[in-house]
């Protein structure tokens, strides 16, 4: 049966239920035409599937800004390739991912699910995700469409965007998505240029338009909040569902004539052309078959790796000689519970973490002793209970005892779960009359003294201990967000004084009211050392060490999806810590765990800086390994490091009046600096290796067409002691230009490896739309007539390479218009 056929064959209600969701991550079926119901999971890290259950766990990759780090397309695919597996093995046909948004200012708290601040550098490495996942039948999901780079307002803002800045920077990325193939691209809450994205324009032109996007455009969740105005625009299918605009109200938009049927036909279409390409419509198999890399821990440690960035490293203190080492401090709150991915729906549930203690501890294990000590408190939140310190108190299991009460305390559902942060059942959907949600456990204190016990959630909340009441209270809604309400609503904490190892029974409840979601937690933390003494605990071993090495790195309060952050700073005292542990030792070394940029006042003091992003789940191993000299630190900068938050020249993320003015233009990141009185700290696409890189010739045509791609050739010899991996960079520039350009901007680039003494050439090509702008008078893409420059080297700011390179044109007095696609 055809598409055609298939939408001929249904009725109008029924193409319009196939258009609003069936539930929270399910599309609906329809068995009269053979569909099954489309499934979806967030990403991108990772491949949670449809419940929020830590049961189900998950191969968790590094994060977004971590790939970008790479710069390699090749890596990225496999990656890719491997979350396709993944999908497929939880079920899933859609992954909402990855996120193409831009780093427009450091202080995004969602910095770490974007990929850099320039749009083709996220352009290249988004096109590698979405083809690794596809490869393997399964869908990519470009998101969010379009200007949605912050999280203040994020559903109600109104980015006010200028069509040429629209079209070279924020657009671009998903124009190249695409290019790649992309099937499915989800539209943004926020709007632009007074629209809202489910109802905007940009979704017909240039994405179906233009572009020729032959995929599905969903909406992001609960995004579509009108019937007519997103119906006739360019959305495709509203979710989650049913969604209240798009059930009757649309039924009866179409029979009044408000709607055009033929609409309604198109979207039905695309979302049939969807299952048929993801193997969901009829017996139809996925496009190609995908199985599970034998190595795939493997890979996530050797991209830990490879996305590690250097970016100091006094007198080549790194690698360390392990052999030579007796005694090494490793310190930090990031050290024995590592961060390895950010806050929010990108959230997975990894089976296993190597934390950098372990995989530390593991590489020197039978050569030094390794001693750990925090040395700073960073956790505002509380810890939900867990399997290694608590039972189920019906079946004496490790875990929790989760029940969904009526509202006279009957049992209406309940199951064992190994995590005291509950988001959803598990095991069955809820009877319409759920009152209460309650977690039930006996927890086995480790220690004695003032414990905090807790509760996360809502409303009303009550928790006991031993039967008593210890907590309750109501919880005001701070926020309509779905992420606080559905992921990290709020919290409270009472002192219980417990003795060690005697259990005591813990219960926490809370009321489910309308609007405030399902979320609970039962929660308890140990008593802790002071600040002070936490501090001089760590300053202690420091000093008695041979070397100390300190993670320092950001919390789930800090860089998280719904809000933006409000300071660069580390959170906690870890700067004065790092500052401390220099101090009382030479030889220190500080691994940055964090998704985007943070302040480092401290980097003089120490030998070497290593930044891991949020590395994945083979964090530690990965970072032992270049620690070690095992690998190499492969990673270059796909942002810009300030010294100082008053120096960044695009910082605040607050709305005015509800609009946020991108009054920066085509400026942004490096970009920004470039033309910038300040210097930032690490410039874009900065790194070091191991070894040392000599930029030797520079070759390319003299003369090329503004319609047709070029190559320049780099050649580059590894003048150091071993092998390495550089990222050949290239840059344009136009001095004399008649219009507004930055003062340089990123063409093209090339990974290359070489032996030491051995000289490479970088074939690097770059795109005709790199020479090209867009004219909003001519409504097309343009080139200035004349002559551009052509720059290489190893970052913006680092350029020895330069030649010059004409663009040909039928006249040179007049700007060359660019034939369309």
Avoid at 227 to 249: E, H, K
Wanted: with cysteine.
């Amino acid at each position: 049966m055809t598409q055609d056929d298939a939408t001929a064959n249904l009725t109008l209600e029924q193409k319009i239920r196939l258009l609003s969701g069936a539930s929270v991550f399910r599309a609906a079926a329809e068995p009269a035409i053979g569909l099954q119901a489309l499934v979806f999971s967030d990403g991108p890290v990772g491949v949670r599937g449809e419940r929020w259950d830590e049961r189900d766990t998950a191969l968790t990759l590094p994060s977004a800004t971590a790939m970008a780090a790479t710069w390699d397309e090749h890596l990225v695919t496999q990656l890719g390739n491997l979350l396709a597996f993944e999908a497929r093995r939880k079920g899933v046909h859609v992954l909402l991912a990855p996120t193409l948004n831009l780093h427009r200012s450091p202080a995004s708290g969602r910095h770490f699910e974007c990929f850099a601040e320039d749009p083709r550098l996220t352009a290249f490495i988004g096109a590698a995700y979405i083809r690794g996942v596809q490869s393997g039948g399964v869908a990519a999901t470009a998101k969010h469409y379009v200007a949605n780079d912050s999280e203040t307002e994020r559903l109600t803002l109104d980015a006010w965007v200028d069509e040429r800045t629209l079209r070279e920077v924020y657009l671009a990325p998903f124009e190249a998505a695409v290019q790649a193939g992309v099937w499915v691209v989800m539209s943004a809450y926020n709007s632009v240029n007074g629209t809202t994205m489910s109802a905007s324009p940009l979704l017909a032109e240039p994405l179906k338009g233009e572009w020729g996007f032959d995929g599905l455009v969903v909406s992001d969740w609960g995004a579509v909040r009108s019937t007519v105005a997103s119906a006739r625009a360019g959305q495709d299918l509203a979710m989650p569902g049913p969604n209240p605009f798009w059930d009757q109200p649309l039924v009866d938009a179409v029979r009044s004539g408000e709607v055009a049927e033929s609409v309604i036909d198109e979207k039905v279409q695309r979302l049939l052309r969807l299952a048929t390409r993801v193997g969901a419509l009829g017996q139809s198999p996925p496009s190609q078959a995908v199985s599970r890399p034998a190595q795939a821990r493997a890979l996530l440690r050797q991209a830990v790796a490879v996305s590690t960035v250097l970016v100091q490293n006094e007198e080549n203190f790194l690698p360390l000689n392990a052999s030579a080492l007796k005694t090494v401090a490793v310190i930090g709150p990031n050290a024995a519970t590592a961060r390895i991915q950010g806050g929010g729906s990108a959230g997975v549930f990894p089976e296993s973490v190597v934390t950098p203690l372990e995989g530390i501890r593991r590489a020197l294990a039978g050569l030094a002793e390794v001693g750990h000590a925090a040395g700073a408190q960073l956790t505002v939140r509380p810890t939900p209970l867990d399997p290694g310190c608590c039972t189920d108190p019906v079946s004496g299991e490790p875990g929790v005892r989760v029940r969904y009460l009526d509202s006279d305390g009957a049992q209406l559902h309940t199951e064992r779960r190994l995590s005291g942060r509950i988001l959803e059942p598990a095991d069955a959907p809820l009877p319409p009359d759920t009152e209460f949600v309650e977690v039930d456990s006996v927890l086995r204190p480790a220690c004695g003294g003032q414990w905090l016990i807790g509760i996360v959630g809502i409303g009303d909340v009550v928790v006991h201990a031993d039967g008593k009441p210890v907590l309750e209270e109501n919880i005001a809604q701070e926020s309509d967000d779905p992420t606080y309400v559905h992921v990290a609503p709020s919290f409270r904490q009472v002192p219980v004084t417990l003795t060690e190892g005697v259990p005591v029974h813990l219960t926490a409840r809370r009321r489910i009211a309308p609007g405030t979601g399902l979320a609970v937690a039962l929660t308890a933390d140990p008593p802790r050392l002071s600040e002070d003494d936490e501090l001089a605990a760590a300053v202690r071993l420091a000093r008695a060490s041979d070397i100390a090495i300190v993670v320092v790195g950001t919390t789930d309060e800090i860089e998280s999806e719904g809000f933006d952050r409000s300071t660069l700073d580390l959170p906690g005292r870890q700067d004065e810590l790092v500052t401390a542990v220099a101090a009382a030792n030479p030889n220190t070394v500080v691994i940055v765990n964090s998704g985007g940029p943070v302040l480092l006042p401290w980097r003089d003091r120490v030998r070497s800086v290593l930044l891991s992003w949020f590395p994945g789940q083979e964090a530690g191993d990965g970072l032992a390994d270049v620690l070690f000299g095992a690998a190499e630190p492969g990673g270059r900068l796909p942002t810009t490091w300030p010294i100082s938050a008053r120096d960044v020249p695009v910082l605040d993320t607050k709305p005015i009046g509800g609009a946020l003015d991108y009054t920066e233009g085509l400026h942004l990141g490096y970009r920004a600096w470039l033309s910038s009185q300040a210097e930032p700290m690490y410039w874009f696409g900065y790194g070091q290796g191991y070894t040392e890189w000599e930029y030797q010739h520079i070759s390319m045509p003299e003369q090329v067409s503004p319609d047709a791609p070029f190559t320049v050739e780099v050649q580059v010899s590894n003048t150091g002691q071993r092998r390495g991996r550089e990222v050949v960079q290239v840059y344009l520039s136009r001095d004399d230009s008649t219009i507004d350009r930055p003062a340089r901007w990123l063409a093209g680039h090339a990974v290359i490896e070489a032996e030491p003494a051995q000289t490479v050439a970088a074939t690097v090509t770059i795109p005709a739309r790199a020479l090209q702008h867009w004219s909003t008078a001519q409504a097309r893409w343009c080139v200035e007539p004349g002559t551009f420059r052509v720059h290489a080297g190893s970052s913006v700011a680092a350029l020895p390479l330069a030649a010059d390179i004409t663009v040909a044109t039928p006249d040179s007095g007049r700007e060359a218009l660019v034939p369309p696609h």
